[in-house]
């Protein structure tokens, strides 16, 4: 099992909603990362868990909050977001990087996430 | 200099054609040099990968060349189809336990028939 499984596919909220976006992966994987994608951009990282720790944030607004509750999971939980949130966000995972592993990361085909 | 600087932004190939897209950074201590290919309404996929101890690598149809002194890498596509049609990123890693991925801006590859 070689996939990283992301739900919703779609999400559409207002700005005062809550929302969530979960993320699921069965490699194994120490490793998990949310991305955020605008059209014909590069993805950006958001934030990073190793080992079920928040190890990187990349100055990310508040209004995006994530969790990690076990090694296989990784979600994203919305509030207050605002329309220029608007995007693809991108699940990943990877093994730690070791001489053996490179890295690679595994991406999930994303939610698309419109804020009216 | 933490860049990547990816070009062409966009390429038109003929089918048969050979697509080459470049990428330059200046980061040193990037010890991780992948491509993800990416079509429209999914994530990126890893293509091919290289380490900076190698040269070229080769799997099928894609080709990447590493330069290390010229601090250039390049992916080669022979023999393009209509399939390959999608968005190309390549990216470098931080060496050691650095995770991120910085990532070139895309380049839009589009296979003509």
């Known amino acids: 099992d070689t996939e990283v499984t992301q739900t919703p596919k779609h999400l559409v909220m207002g700005m005062t909603n809550k929302k969530s976006l979960k993320c699921e992966q069965h490699m194994g994987h120490r490793a998990m990362y949310w991305y955020k994608q605008k059209a014909k951009k590069p993805p950006e990282l958001m934030f990073v868990y190793s080992y079920e720790k928040l190890s990187i944030n990349e100055s990310v607004p508040s209004r995006f909050s994530p969790e990690c509750p076990n090694s296989s999971l990784l979600n994203l939980h919305l509030h207050a977001l605002q329309p220029e949130d608007s995007a693809l966000y991108l699940c990943?995972?990877?093994?730690?990087?070791?001489?053996?592993?490179?890295?690679?990361?595994?991406f999930g085909e994303g939610s698309r996430l419109t804020v009216l | 200099q933490q860049q990547v600087k990816q070009s062409p932004q966009s390429l038109i190939v003929q089918k048969g054609g050979i697509s080459i897209i470049n990428c330059a950074y200046e980061?040193?201590?990037?010890?991780?040099f992948p491509w993800y290919q990416q079509f429209p309404g999914k994530g990126p996929a890893l293509l091919i990968a290289?380490?900076?101890?190698?040269s070229e690598k080769k799997e099928g149809r894609f080709t990447i060349s590493f330069n290390k002194s010229a601090k250039q890498f390049s992916l080669h596509i022979m023999d393009s189809q209509p399939g390959d049609s999608a968005t190309y990123f390549c990216a470098a890693k931080g060496g050691g336990s650095n995770y991120k991925l910085t990532f070139g801006k895309g380049t839009l590859l589009t296979v003509n028939p």
């Open positions: 980061n040193t201590a990037f010890d991780y």
């Open positions: 290289i380490r900076p101890d190698v």
């Open positions: 990943a995972s990877s093994f730690r990087d070791t001489p053996t592993n490179t890295g690679e990361l595994f």
